[in-house]
């Protein structure tokens, strides 16, 4: 379901050609720019344009190194994310779940009336307000059955809420592993400065003793010096 859902945002944003760059980075991290080319078949610098594309909406990051070998250019290394990316497509068919339930409010507690020459249709305030008369043609408006948009509307409900319970899951299950990911780079993070206290504190000990056994000798200098 994922790979699925994150293929048709790619291909919303930059077309057709480029859902392939999930399959390149999905589950995978920091992949060369040069191998994502090479699979798309592109040019660098368009594989560089969509990868820009995406990561403005927050889809992809980079990270970047010099390649000493070409002259000390950079080299950008791409990963997906997953959680924004299915994220955002979830706030996308949110708003238009919401678009489509008020579509059907206004089709069930109103009435619509049409012009069979010109296709336009009018509410009921519009369509009394012209004397059920076109506007455009002189033709008198009739009543439309909404029963067929009705029914249409409503299987676009049910399609996107059932895709909305998945990637409401899906996100669950992302957010879950990238909290224990998270809990292990700052559990990581927080021995690594334990351990560079501790070389520290024994450096700053051993020093001590340093200047100990210094002071010490000079006492007993000083003392040889006197006798």
């Known amino acids: 379901m994922q790979v699925k859902l994150l293929k048709e945002i790619v291909t919303n944003l930059v077309g057709p050609s480029s859902a392939k760059i999930v399959d390149l980075l999905y589950s995978k991290k920091n992949v060369n720019e040069f191998l994502i080319a090479k699979s798309l078949k592109l040019t660098i610098n368009q594989t560089r344009n969509i990868l820009y594309k995406l990561a403005d909406e927050g ?46 409010a206004l089709k069930k507690s109103q009435q619509f009336f049409g012009c069979k020459n ?53 996100i669950g299950e992302i957010l879950v592993q990238e909290e224990k990911v998270k809990g292990r780079r700052l559990r990581a993070e927080a021995k690594k400065k334990e351990k560079e206290r501790a070389e520290r504190k024994k450096e700053r000990i051993k020093l001590a003793k340093k200047l100990e056994r210094e002071l010490e000798k000079a006492k007993k200098k000083k003392k040889k010096s006197k006798k």
């Not at 990963?79 to 008020?102: V, W, Y």
């Open 59 to 104: 889809l992809v990051s980079f990270i970047r190194k010099k390649d000493r070998k070409k002259g000390g250019w950079y080299i950008y290394f791409w990963t997906l994310n997953s959680g924004k990316s299915l994220i955002k497509f979830r706030e996308k068919l949110q708003k238009e779940f919401e678009i489509l339930q008020q579509q059907m």
């Open 118 to 170: 010109c296709h336009i249709e009018y509410n009921g305030e519009s369509a009394l307000l012209n004397d059920y008369t076109c506007p455009e043609c002189g033709e008198v408006l009739e009543l439309k059955d909404s029963s067929d948009e009705i029914s249409g509307i409503d299987r676009q409900t049910n399609k996107l809420s059932g895709i909305l319970e998945e990637l409401a899951k899906d």
